[in-house]
Nanobody, 123 residues
Framework: VQLQASGGGLVQAGGSLKLSCAAS????????MGWFRQAPGKEREFVAT????????VYADSWKGRFTISRDNAKNTAYLQMDSLKPEDTAVYYC?????????????????WGQGTLVTVSS
């Protein structure tokens, strides 16, 4: 599975961004998708995951209520809508595929990764 993340950029605090992750190589609707982030000087951390049909979503507490994960299986694309952004949301955001659909939040359970897209939130 090849993943291509896009949509990052510079935004002011309180603003919104929508990240996209285009997938190719395997039937997109057969696996779960997730978003992770890595802030400067910190380890990669889980943000959200969505099941293969989109019926189940899980969020890390830090972003619950502000971020929304979704997917469009017809377009082979997953999304992360980020609202009410804060400076501490600044990070490189990665999309990833859980090919076994485990519904995991652990990075080690995601077999394929996109290249990351940088989100910078200014105060």
């Amino acid at each position: 599975v090849q993943l291509q993340a896009s949509g990052g950029g510079l935004v002011q605090a309180g603003g919104s961004l929508k990240l996209s992750c285009a997938a190719s190589g395997r039937t997109f609707s057969n696996y779960a998708m997730g978003w992770f982030r890595q802030a400067p000087g910190k380890e990669r951390e889980f943000v959200a995951t969505i099941s293969w049909r989109g019926g189940r979503t899980v969020y890390a507490d830090s972003w619950k209520g502000r971020f929304t994960i979704s997917r469009d299986n017809a377009k082979n694309t997953a999304y992360l809508q980020m609202d009410s952004l804060k400076p501490e949301d600044t990070a490189v955001y990665y999309c990833a595929a859980d090919l076994l659909g485990r519904g995991s939040t652990r990075a080690t359970d995601f077999e394929s990764w996109g290249q990351g897209t940088l989100v910078t939130v200014s105060s």
